[in-house]
């Protein structure tokens, strides 16, 4: 039973969760509502600063470390390593450990520059100017250096692991290299086969022009009808699609529409609605605001999100359901389009410049690319002047593919500017988890498909809630995936997801 | 020239402002786009306190007093009364004396509750329900009641002095019957005459059924060319029209739309926009966050979003530039209607139910009922569950209405459930501060009404920013009326501008 220390603890753990799902609050506001003139982003960044500080103060509160103690001795809270309290504490002592390390003036910094840096990055990407925007990049850079150092990383390791531990614990340079290794010895011939066929599965999908706002009504009755729940949440839109929100009852997503790009935004939504999904069932009462209540990570995080958008959404299955509802939705416009022109068009392989567009196959690649360069950068064995050469070698070397500009090279993403280094890799592990979860969904609900052919997604939803979403964040990836799956983390679910969907869909045998 | 306690007096109220515009913004996002389904309100509430309690402890730092009393014997600072410096020093000496009379926990409970009484106020209101709504009304009651007994009052004045306080500095219930006693009886008499008129304007304007997507991008266009700035604000929706923001250059309005009633969300959008002027052109750079750089009062930001919505929305003038733009935007549908017929629609004096519909002559009533009630609630002479009651016979009383519901009756303000009570008389005060202004300007800028015929506004607009605006928190409105227009507030310029205007219109001499 929880003791006095492990109440006041947690009391003052969930004040400060509470702080910060005001500081998510103010980003969300920036990337979707926020007027950008006059000094309105310099304004944005004051703010942010200030919660970031409060935040650091109740975070590093010289209060934290007896009661952390005295829980930690009591050993009746940590005996079963998957009860709440012990999770609570191990991941108390975490975040307390990261966070003494950290001054309050970097912290601050920090989350000032990124702040402004993100404004400046959606503006020279917007006037493809890399010029503007190489500076900003080397000051996330070098204050992501600066954190580094105050963690500190073990003699085998890099800089590198330590901001990785931030986004997913325990993950090292050295640990996804291991796992990416067998992946891409498996992915670089399948695509070569796939890009090479002779078949070309349908692109008209891709070429039918869509009114924007029966697009925004179609994405909608989608994803509600996948189980996400406008009444405890939202979608906008904005650059780049993101999950957000202040907590499970109020979880915020976007999306982009483009006329001829459905398609996009469709993929786009359920993405993002698979990590909605999470949000909106993590475990909720006396876990609100807890770490236990908490996703497990980004790796878990992506691995919902790429289950939703992939094994579902582009499921034969699931465009049986989906191709009547559009020809519902957009009536003649899409008369020309038959359910296997959907279904093709999903899941067309195609080597491009774009991470976000790209097909289920080649996007591992220009995940790992990111993690090349990043990697590079943070030990500063690459600086921001030479990252646009390096990223058009990399993707004609990794994706055959030509960078135009660097809008569309290494300017596309949002997550350098905003300090976010050593959080790509997560969605190619994400990727592979959702992969290995649908296997094991798929042997213990075996009519699955034939559910989503029929417009029915509760037994996944509700077999996703039990194994993922309720469990919070007890699990890490790798320990999730044994735990549900019996089986160590591995590349063979994804590849032969991938080689069952899409060598037929390619003529290939 | 400000001395060190002066700069370390400045720097922390300017953190503290900071962080109040962040709960501005939670505050916001409630009204116009939070999902309200599960717990999302109860955390919001959360949220909004925990802010509360942020603020109120920077606002009463033990730091502040001696750093106050240093400035305040060091008389440089205060030598011009109307220099920044003096006029920060008497406003956080008059906000610190109140909020160091406030125990937190009753500040925190304030806006706890009222976060909620809002909510509930809202749906009560949409299903009229008064049942619902009546323990909340006497939550917030009973609250400012507590804060009025911690914040005191002379024994000549009453409780509801000390919360108008906090509105408009210096105003009581006995000061206000002064204003609105002349007024009261040179408006009943008027309206007697206009409403018994035998001419009637026309009507048509306000029956003919617009898009509501057309009505949004014609208003949106309307403001612009008046001068609010759409990259440093946003015009959105809600159930009462309000404006907000975090600061000068992120301006948020919010107004509504019926089919039938482009005429309305017009005037809401006008009057808010007039607000929204007013805060975009605040006094900027050092005196961002501090009182100098704030507004003056509700009062005179209430004469501001008057000034635009009546003495410039409802003038002739305004429709002759307006009524080819409504033809541009609507086509064919308004073919039907004159440039007099939205001219006469503008001005149709009609007692009605709901105060934010009213015309301009008997809007003054729909104040004075509230004010009257107010100020019986919060003295206890009048108990909530009585208020429907004594609605309708005042409604009966003073403007010959029935009143049909409560939603329609004593719901239809947000003011109360959100606990600002003392606040209504500043929209009848700023209604005659408007007219008063506005006699001024046109003085010195004669061709006013001409300008405003072609579409030209910024003269206008830069006497209220050099006269009004740019004066910040100079003057409260009883100070800014004598050095503006040379004269003490008074009903005259209010009763000429409605005798004026309206008297031919129905007819009358």
């Given at each position: 039973m929880p003791n006095a220390d492990y109440s006041s603890l947690l009391e003052h753990i969930r004040e400060t969760s509470l702080l910060d799902s005001t500081a998510?609050?103010?980003?969300?506001?920036?990337e979707t509502m926020m007027p950008t003139g006059g000094g309105a982003v310099d304004y944005r960044a004051r703010q942010m600063a200030q919660l970031a500080k409060l935040v650091h103060q109740r975070n590093t509160d010289p209060k934290i470390e007896p009661w952390l103690a005295a829980c930690e001795s009591d050993k009746t809270l940590t005996a079963d390593p998957t009860c709440p309290t012990a999770v609570n504490l191990r991941e108390i002592r975490h975040q307390y450990d990261r966070d003494t390390k950290l001054p309050a003036k970097l912290v601050t910094e920090f989350s000032h520059t990124t702040s402004l840096a993100k404004h400046h990055w959606a503006e020279a990407r917007k006037n493809n100017d890399f010029a503007t925007f190489e500076p900003w990049l080397g000051k996330t850079i070098e204050l992501n250096h600066q954190r580094a150092r105050c963690w500190g990383w073990p003699e085998e390791g890099e800089p590198w692991d330590t901001l990785a531990?931030?986004?997913?614990?325990?993950?090292?340079?050295?640990?996804?290299?291991?796992?990416f290794s067998p992946l891409r010895d498996r992915l670089t011939p399948l695509i070569a086969d796939l890009t090479e066929a002779e078949t070309r599965p349908s692109d008209r999908f891709n070429q039918v022009k869509l009114p924007l706002d029966e697009q925004r009504r179609f994405v909608r009755e989608v994803i509600a009808q996948i189980g996400f729940q406008f009444n405890r949440g939202r979608l906008d839109e904005s650059t780049h699609p993101f999950c957000s929100g202040t907590h499970r009852d109020d979880v915020r997503l976007t999306t982009r529409f483009h006329e001829t790009m459905l398609n996009d935004a469709l993929g786009s939504t359920l993405h993002e609605s698979g990590h909605g999904l999470y949000e909106q069932n993590l475990p909720d009462g006396e876990h609100l605001n807890t770490?236990?209540?908490?996703?497990?990570?980004?790796?878990?995080h992506e691995s919902q999100s790429r289950l939703i958008e992939n094994q579902l959404g582009r499921s034969h299955a699931f465009w049986t359901w989906c191709h009547p509802k559009l020809r519902e939705y957009f009536g003649t416009k899409v008369a020309d389009l038959s359910l296997d022109d959907c279904y093709q068009g999903a899941n067309r392989v195609t080597p491009g410049l774009i991470r976000v567009e790209a097909d289920e196959a080649t996007y591992n690649l220009h995940i790992m690319i990111r993690f090349e360069l990043e990697r590079a950068l943070v030990r500063g064995d690459l600086s921001p002047s030479d990252l646009p050469g390096v990223w058009q070698e990399k993707y004609a070397a990794y994706l055959g593919v030509e960078v135009p500009d660097n809008a569309r090279g290494c300017m596309q993403d949002i997550h350098w500017s905003m300090g976010a280094m050593g959080y790509f890799p997560t969605y190619t592990i994400g990727t592979m988890l959702a992969a290995q979860l649908f296997e094991t969904a798929l042997e213990q609900i075996p009519d699955l498909f034939e559910q989503f052919s029929r417009g029915q997604f509760d037994a996944l939803t509700g077999w996703l809630n039990r194994n993922v979403h309720r469990r919070g964040r007890t699990y890490y990836a790798e320990e999730l995936c044994e735990t549900v799956t019996g089986q160590p983390l591995s590349a063979d679910p994804l590849i032969r997801h991938l080689e069952n969907k899409l060598k037929p869909l390619h003529g290939l045998a």
């Open positions: 998510a609050l103010l980003d969300w506001d920036q531990d931030g986004f997913e614990p325990g993950m090292t340079a050295a640990k996804v290299e291991k796992i770490p236990y209540g908490s996703a497990a990570g980004l790796a878990v």
